[in-house]
């Protein structure tokens, strides 16, 4: 009778392979995009750079696959015994007949887990220097045009708006509405920076949100959007609200504040408290210039007193000019007296030697007509004339006789 039977049925044989494709299809079907929750296990990473793992609870075990593209948008390193939430597709691996849950994103489950993502991205991104102090730009001092990401709902917006319009008034907000928390925050904090960045009047970007827990403020630890601040063409500043936990927003950004309203007043001084520094600054400058000329008069007057007057100093180069005359006429008296007694000396020597000296002792000096003098009687002939000089006269003579 069962023998029958079974004839009587129409045989449907499957290939292993056919069977196979039928459940991957049939899998893929049923469950398209799923969430699984559960803690990771066996984690193992391939060449190709796939991340291979099993989920698994206190009673069953899923085998996933994380595939190269979908991990580079990881925001935080998958590890072993990490309680995550995956989401992806079921299908089957029809060589094996292995299913298996094709992940395509991943959160991590409980405050731990994403203590240790934000730990791992913190810890990246200061290997990069991205965290470094010295990258930090100074806002700037009085900015008159500030961009402000935020949401629209909630008290941020008008926190940060009452104090900045109440400390300075004549500064623009340009306001880029986006949301806060949830799935596609990042991408329009992303967004607004492209934005207001391009917008050339803009000195500063504020980002800013209420408190919330560290879920809450996820979106403000994502890389992408670290790598966007620290690109951004000016100063950004990160005020989310939370007194306690740094996000990496916090960290990246050139400057931070704990709430919206000490967003505002970092960015913006009061209108009053510059008056009042201008003021001060002011007086401080004015009794600055006081003392300094005081000090200048005194040191003025105490080289005025040093300092002789042009009247005493020709009066005192007018006597220092007199000694000199004086003593200049005396030693020219001086040397004429010296001069003039040496010359009357060698006066008196000359004297004494001079014929006209022995001619006034009664002597005569003889010579020949032409002038030149007869010493020897041999220089005469009888009957020469010559010339006899006395002391007063001349006389001719005629020479008779030699003797």
């Not at 049939?26 to 995009?33: D, M, S």
């Not at 979106?219 to 740094?246: K, M, Q, T, W």
């Amino acid at each position: 009778m069962a023998r029958g039977a079974e004839e009587t049925l129409e045989r449907h044989v499957f290939t292993v392979s056919e069977l196979n494709r039928a459940l991957r299809e049939l899998l893929e079907a049923r469950f398209p995009f799923l969430w699984v929750e559960g803690e990771v296990s066996g984690l193992k990473s391939s060449k190709s750079g796939h991340l291979y793992f099993n989920l698994r609870d206190d009673g069953a075990s899923l085998k996933a696959v994380l595939f190269r593209s979908y991990r580079l948008n990881l925001p935080f390193k998958l590890e072993e015994g990490m309680h995550v939430l995956c989401f992806g597709r079921l299908s089957l691996y029809e060589p094996r007949g292995d299913y298996q849950l094709l992940v395509q994103q991943v959160e991590p489950l409980g405050i731990g887990a994403f203590r240790v993502a934000l730990a791992q991205l913190r810890e990246k991104l200061a290997r990069e220097g991205l965290l470094d102090p010295a990258l930090k730009r100074p806002l700037p001092f009085l900015p008159k045009v500030v961009g402000l990401i935020t949401s629209l709902y909630g008290a941020a917006i008008h926190d940060f708006l009452k104090v900045s319009l109440s400390r300075f008034p004549r500064a623009s907000i340009y306001v880029y509405p986006v949301r806060v928390q949830g799935a596609q925050a990042t991408g329009e904090i992303l967004e607004g920076l492209e934005v207001l960045s391009t917008l050339s009047d803009v000195e500063v970007i504020v980002i800013t949100r209420g408190g919330g827990s560290l879920e809450d403020l996820w979106a403000f630890n994502d890389e992408a959007l670290a790598r966007a601040i620290r690109a951004c063409r000016v100063p950004v500043v990160s005020a989310v609200g939370h007194e306690i936990d740094y996000t990496i927003c916090d960290l990246v950004a050139d400057a931070r504040a704990p709430t919206p309203t000490a967003a505002a007043e970092l960015v913006f001084p009061r209108l009053e408290e510059l008056e009042e520094t201008l003021r001060y600054l002011h007086q401080h400058l004015h009794k600055g210039l006081e003392k300094q000329l005081r000090l200048k008069r005194e040191k003025l007057l105490a080289l005025a007193g040093r300092l002789k007057s042009p009247a005493d100093k020709i009066l005192e180069q007018q006597k220092g000019l007199f000694h000199l005359k004086r003593r200049l006429a005396l030693a020219l008296e001086r040397a004429f007296k010296t001069k003039r007694e040496g010359l009357r000396l060698l006066a008196g020597r000359l004297e004494a030697l001079s014929p006209l000296a022995v001619l006034s002792r009664g002597y005569s000096i003889v010579c020949h007509p032409g002038g030149k003098i007869i010493s020897d009687s041999s220089q005469v002939n009888e009957g020469d004339g010559v010339e006899i000089i006395l002391h007063k006269g001349r006389l001719k003579a005629r020479i008779e006789e030699k003797l």
